[in-house]
Structure formats: structure tokens, C-alpha cells
């Protein structure tokens, strides 16, 4: 996501009581001074990567781990292959509409709308038939650095500037085979599409035709064009692509006069990306409603290229980083999400209904109908899952939540009312099917514990927090469970850093600030990292070098550096194969500038991966990595 902590949102000033307030008094006196050695000494048993009932399988980890990273290159371990494919700006195999990239940033808006988007970040592969030769991929693209992206950067911003940023923006869809050794995408293909913030999306649940989503261009509230500051991924059981709206507030400018409801998601005056200067739906004096269309999670299906995307409002509206999929027993979904914002929430959606056979066309309503809940941590190692449901507890009429549908819009709100826990931006999330556990990054919140700000906590441990750590839980009984025990996988840091916040309790290669994760079949988990270009190389990070992906063995607890990215870019995003031979990462946003956003005189004063021209720029990419014996990633 973008980083500058200057405008990062930060909108949570709700009365919460910290954990501290909430929980066994006995274990205050454990907690009250929010020193990592505390924290470490509570959780130390299950420090590092240590998981909770796993069974020894021998060794999961069968590659040497590689340096920390630096310089514009990208490293993998030694025996392993990575190759670009995919970056911004190539043609997505639109038949009869694939425009070359024009490295001088001359490409149309129009050129733009049918070639890959720009900022990759989530990323999953659906193969034909089961196939580890042959398949989809889906992708989203976060957000955009314009001063790559146009001539002139910024300056002399347009309209035909503004369409091209919109459209470098959204998802896209391509398709990729395996010819010999080497992976390369498939032009034209019949299945290549790209959403865009042109693009149809369908809105289902109980925010669909609500007043609070009616504008003139949409009175009926149930048709949203596009999809932006899309995030992480995953794949339903059912086959559909998942991707959460994040920080969308940002693209409206809402004025001077900011309503309570503006000011609680972070609302501001301008837009980021001057979208709300040449495009009248994303300025909110005069739309007030469009920013209550984004902040939901989409669904799409790849596999039909007729299909049309869906907002999905029953899992509530927020600063969604994505959304991940459990399976009960008896065969219901429930999706995991949280927000990657500052003292926000952790969220959890049980479907009503079963998954029903029959793939994507068969489930098109099983996301629409179930009970939200968000999420309470308490300080003796248990949680809570409340509902956020209309008439239960203080979500009635008479506080301000008129529906369902008003519940939904308004899920900050209503978890405030029901005094969840605020979290040090929750992003990232992935399932441990093999135990159950539930895993959740929490990249970092550097105003944690500062002046009016909430102090630390149980599960938030550490004031200032540059860092961030893993948290985990395992709901009671079934992922469909009212209750849950939790504890944290790991504090992220550097043992050397002098601040005992900043140390963590990494066993094996240290990292800071995770964000992407998931575990892979073998029950490897795959850590990847984002700390910010005004914080690397300096201060607390002087030795943690470039971004960076990890292999993590649940069993023996020991992380190992498995890939550093080229300079300034973020590590994000991770799929494979069936077979588990290929995998699929992103590297978004190399060279990115302290202040994320590049100078257009000097494209290449970071970075120039993955080209390396001496007329080219820097580009997000799709990584391919193999091993050079053909087998299985991390053996």
C-alpha cells in the first residue's frame, strides 16, 4: 500500500477502551508498561514461527537463505530461476487491441486501458483443468506513481491524464503457459480483461439499492464503475478472485465542511491524485454518496470472460487489504478481512448457506446473505466475534444505523459502538488448514502509544510500533466459532536496534513490517515484507536492506530469507502451480521515491528494474520463479 505515514488515514477517534479495560485485571499488572521484554516474555513459547499442533513432517525448508538485500537487483537462492513477465505496460492480449509500451510514458489513456495496470500487488494463479502448464492469472494494481506514468509527471495535470491514471488502476486478467523451461503470457487471448474505473461492477447485498448508495448517474444504487486501491487476493474455494478496496478515501476531495460520517473514513479536502478536479464523481461536494461505493470487497470470475464483477457489501465496508476463505464442517464460507489503516478492525463473515457445487455460477449469491462480526481481543489470550448486526445491542435506528445496509456502510462505526479493538493496520491474511489457526499481519503503527493517541495493548503490543508483528488465532470449535485463543507468531525487528520495540523475536533471518503471507500446501508460510523508502537503509532499518520474502517452518520455528526485491520496491503478492514448481510474486513499485512519487526528470534515480534501458523506467512486474531441477519451490 502507499506509505506516507504523513497522510496515511488515521480517522479512529472513538472511545474504545484499551484492552487493558476489558480484560482479567490480573493480567494488567503483566502488560501495564508495553516493553517488548514483557511481550516477549509472555508469548515467548510461541515466539518466532512456532505453530500450535503441528506435526513434525520433516524438514519443510530445503534451500540456503540468501543475504539480506541491496542494490537494484532481485535475488533468489542459488538453484532457482526468476524471470519478469507481466510488468506495467505491457498489452494483456486484448485480440486486436495490444499497444506497445512506450518507455518515454507517450501511451494513452486509451493504450493504458488494455495493458497491464501499474502497482502489482495481489496475484493468483487458476489453471485449466488442474494444469501447472497453463492458466490465469488475476492480478490487482494498487495505485499509481504519476510521475512515471505521464509525460511531465503531474505537471499540467488534464483530463486525458487523470482517465490514464484511472486506468492504470483495477485488475486485469491474462493468460500465461509454460513452453519449455520459460513461462510467458498468451497474446491474444480470448480470456485477457481489464477492469478499470470504467468497468461495470454488479452491487449485491444489503447495501444494493440503498439510499446511501443512490447517485444521479445511478439512481437505482446498484451498478458502481470500477474498482480502486485494490490489494491483496485470494482464491474461493469456488474459484473466484477476491480483492479488497483499500485506501480509497484518498481519490475524493470532499471540501471544507466535512460531516461526521466523512470525517470517520478519513475524508479530506482534495484528492491525492487530482482525479476530483477533472472528474466530477470523485468530488464529494457534489457526489456525496460515490465514496460510500468503494471500500468493499470484489469477486470476480476469471474463467468467464463475460462475467461481470461484484461488490460484495454483506462483509462490510472498510479499508479492506483483502479477503480469505475457511471452510466449516458442514460446508459454509467464512471470510477473514481486515483494515490497513491505523487502529483499525479485524473482521469475519459467515455465510448463511453452504457452498454449493457447481463453481462460480452455482455460489453467485453465497457472499450475500450470512453475519458479520468483528473482532475483540482480550488480554488472557481469548477473543470475541461480535455482530454487527442491526437491532443487536447499540446498532439500532436510535444510534444511527437505520438497516442491515446502513450497518454495512457504516462498519467503522458500528465497530466502534461495539468497542472492537483497534489494530496496528491489519493487512494480510492466510489459513493454516493443516491446525485451523488463522494468520494475520500487522505491518506496523508508528503512532502507537503516542500523545492522544491509544497506548499499547495485548495484542499491540509495542508503543511506536516501526515494525509490526504476526498475530493468530483459532476460533472455538469450527472457523464459525463465537469465540476464539489467540498469541502472536512473531514480533518483527532487529536484535541489534537499541529501542527493545524495535528488537522483536525473530529465530532465523530478521525482517520488518510484514505484509503479504500465506501458507503454501506443504504448510510452508511465505512472510513477505513493505517497509517504507523513507525508512529503509537508516535508523532502526540500517540492516535489514531491501524487501524481502521469507520461508517460514511452522514446525521448527525458523524464518529464511528467500528473495530480496530489486531497490525501494515492495514485496507482495504470492501464488503457485498445483504442482507447487512455479511460483508467482510482485514486486510493486520499484524505485519508489522517499515521497512516493517520482520526479519526471529522473524516472531512474532509484531504480530501473526490470528493463534496465537506458531510456526506460522502473516497472512493477510479475516475477516467475523456478528451480532449476524443475522441483518444488522451497525443497
Request: hydrophobic share 35%; net charge neutral; aromatic share 8%.
Amino acid at each position: 500500500m502507499a506509505k506516507d505515514f504523513s497522510s496515511m488515514e488515521d480517522s479512529n477517534r472513538s472511545s474504545n477502551p484499551s484492552i487493558h479495560d476489558v480484560s482479567d485485571p490480573q493480567r494488567r499488572i503483566v502488560l501495564r508498561g508495553g516493553a517488548a521484554a514483557a511481550v516477549v516474555s509472555l508469548f515467548g513459547p510461541l515466539a518466532g514461527c512456532a505453530t500450535l499442533g503441528a506435526a513434525a513432517s520433516g524438514p519443510k525448508l530445503g534451500f540456503k537463505g540468501i543475504p539480506i538485500g541491496a542494490g537494484d537487483k532481485l535475488v533468489v537462492p542459488d538453484g532457482y530461476i526468476a524471470t519478469a513477465i507481466a510488468a506495467w505496460g505491457e498489452p494483456i492480449g486484448v485480440p486486436g487491441n495490444m499497444p506497445a509500451f512506450k518507455y518515454d510514458a507517450s501511451n494513452s489513456a486509451a493504450d493504458q486501458a488494455v495493458q497491464m495496470g501499474m502497482h502489482h500487488d495481489g496475484v493468483e494463479f487458476f489453471p485449466f483443468e488442474g494444469s501447472s502448464t497453463r492458466g490465469l492469472i488475476a492480478i490487482n494494481h494498487e495505485y499509481t506513481d504519476d510521475g512515471l506514468l505521464h509525460v511531465g509527471g503531474f505537471n499540467n495535470m488534464n483530463a486525458e491524464k487523470v482517465k490514464k491514471s484511472q486506468n492504470a488502476h483495477g485488475l486485469s486478467v491474462y493468460e500465461v503457459e509454460l513452453k519449455g523451461s520459460n513461462w510467458q503470457m498468451v497474446r491474444p487471448s480470448r480470456y485477457a480483461r481489464r477492469f478499470t474505473m470504467d468497468a461495470p461492477f454488479t452491487v449485491q447485498g444489503p447495501a444494493a439499492g440503498h439510499a446511501m448508495m443512490k447517485t444521479a448517474a445511478d439512481p437505482a444504487g446498484r451498478t458502481v464503475l470500477g474498482t480502486l486501491n485494490n490489494c491483496a487476493s485470494s482464491q474461493t474455494p469456488w474459484g473466484t478472485y477476491l480483492s479488497g478496496e483499500e485506501n480509497w478515501m484518498g481519490y475524493f476531495g470532499s471540501g471544507d465542511k466535512l460531516t461526521d460520517h466523512q470525517k470517520r473514513w478519513g475524508a479530506r479536502k482534495d484528492g491525492a491524485y487530482q482525479w476530483d478536479k477533472f472528474d466530477a464523481r470523485f468530488d464529494a461536494v457534489q457526489n456525496p454518496n460515490e465514496p460510500n461505493r468503494f471500500g468493499w470487497v470484489v469477486e470476480v470470475d476469471p474463467m468467464d470472460p463475460t462475467s461481470t464483477p461484484i461488490k460484495r457489501t454483506a462483509m462490510g465496508r472498510a479499508a479492506h487489504e483483502g479477503a480469505w476463505v475457511g471452510v466449516t464442517k458442514d460446508g459454509r464460507a467464512v471470510v477473514y478481512s481486515g483494515e490497513d489503516s491505523r487502529f483499525e478492525y479485524i473482521y469475519k463473515f459467515v455465510s448463511r448457506d453452504k457452498i454449493a457445487p457447481g463453481g462460480a455460477k452455482a455460489n453467485r449469491e453465497l457472499l450475500d446473505h450470512g453475519t458479520l462480526y468483528v473482532a475483540r481481543f482480550d488480554a488472557d489470550g481469548r477473543g470475541r466475534w461480535l455482530p454487527l448486526a442491526h437491532g443487536q445491542g447499540p446498532l439500532t435506528a436510535a444510534n444511527g444505523f437505520a438497516d442491515q445496509g446502513e450497518v454495512v456502510i457504516k462498519a467503522r462505526q458500528a465497530s466502534d459502538a461495539l468497542k472492537a479493538t483497534k489494530m496496528d493496520r491489519p493487512e494480510w491474511l492466510t489459513i493454516d488448514t493443516q491446525t485451523g489457526w488463522v494468520y494475520c499481519t500487522l505491518t506496523n503503527n508508528s503512532s502507537r502509544g503516542q500523545p492522544n493517541q491509544p497506548g499499547v495493548d495485548a495484542a499491540n503490543p509495542r508503543a511506536n510500533n516501526t515494525m509490526g508483528q504476526i498475530i493468530r488465532w483459532k476460533d472455538d470449535g469450527d472457523f464459525d466459532g463465537a469465540g476464539f485463543a489467540w498469541n502472536h507468531l512473531v514480533l518483527a525487528g532487529d536484535p541489534a536496534n537499541a529501542r527493545p520495540e524495535a528488537k522483536g523475536n525473530i529465530k532465523g533471518d530478521i525482517y520488518g513490517c510484514p505484509d503479504g503471507i500465506r501458507f503454501d500446501k506443504r504448510g510452508v508460510l511465505w512472510i513477505q515484507t513493505d517497509a517504507a523508502a523513507a525508512a529503509m537503509y537508516q535508523g532502526e532499518f540500517k540492516n535489514i536492506g531491501n524487501n524481502q520474502m521469507l520461508a517460514c517452518d511452522p514446525v521448527t520455528g525458523e524464518s529464511r530469507r528467500f528473495l530480496t526485491g530489486p531497490t525501494n520496491c515492495e514485496i507482495t503478492g504470492v501464488t503457485l502451480t498445483p504442482d507447487g514448481t512455479t511460483m508467482f510474486v510482485s514486486i510493486q513499485h520499484p524505485g519508489e521515491t522517499p515521497s512516493e512519487r517520482s520526479d519526471p526528470a529522473e524516472p531512474r534515480k532509484y531504480a530501473n528494474w526490470p528493463d534496465y534501458r537506458p531510456d526506460g523506467r522502473p516497472r512493477s512486474s510479475t516475477v516467475v520463479i523456478r528451480k532449476a531441477d524443475g522441483g518444488m519451490i522451497g525443497t
